[in-house]
Nanobody, 125 residues
Framework: QVQLVESGGGLVQAGGSLRLSCTAS????????MGWFRQAPGKEREFVAA????????YYADSVKGRFTISRENARITVNLQMNSLKPEDTAVYYC??????????????????WGLGTQVTVSS
């Protein structure tokens, strides 16, 4: 069983930055994809970003492209999400996800087998 632990959420003013991290308890990750999703109150969970462990291929939602950057750290099996120019509409619980996800499904929450408990990000106006 793989466990994912998120950290780095918090409260920030609009225009500010936050960095989220997610560390996985797994020995091998080479064929996996790790991603971030978010869910705001009263809304469905939505895709934010993903990275493929084997080739560093990245995916972003249009709403965060150019503002958020996903990256990974091999030594600790950790994925980071650097969030800049934050907007109030970025307020949500952010979830880390992981799994052996084929390309068509990397933006779909149903394709990920493992999930973290989530970390709250609040952006004030």
């Amino acid at each position: 069983q793989v466990q994912l632990v998120e950290s780095g959420g918090g409260l920030v003013q609009a225009g500010g930055s936050l960095r989220l991290s997610c560390t996985a308890s797994a020995r091998t990750f080479n064929r996996w994809t790790m991603g971030w999703f978010r869910q705001a109150p009263g809304k469905e969970r939505e895709f934010v970003a993903a990275i493929v462990w084997s080739d560093d291929n990245t995916y972003y939602a249009d709403s965060v492209k150019g503002r958020f950057t996903i990256s990974r750290e091999n030594a600790r099996i950790t994925v980071n999400l650097q969030m800049n120019s934050l907007k109030p509409e970025d307020t949500a619980v952010y979830y880390c996800a992981a799994g052996a996800v084929a390309p068509p499904g990397r933006r779909s929450s149903e394709a990920y087998a493992y999930w973290g408990l989530g970390t709250q990000v609040t952006v004030s106006s």
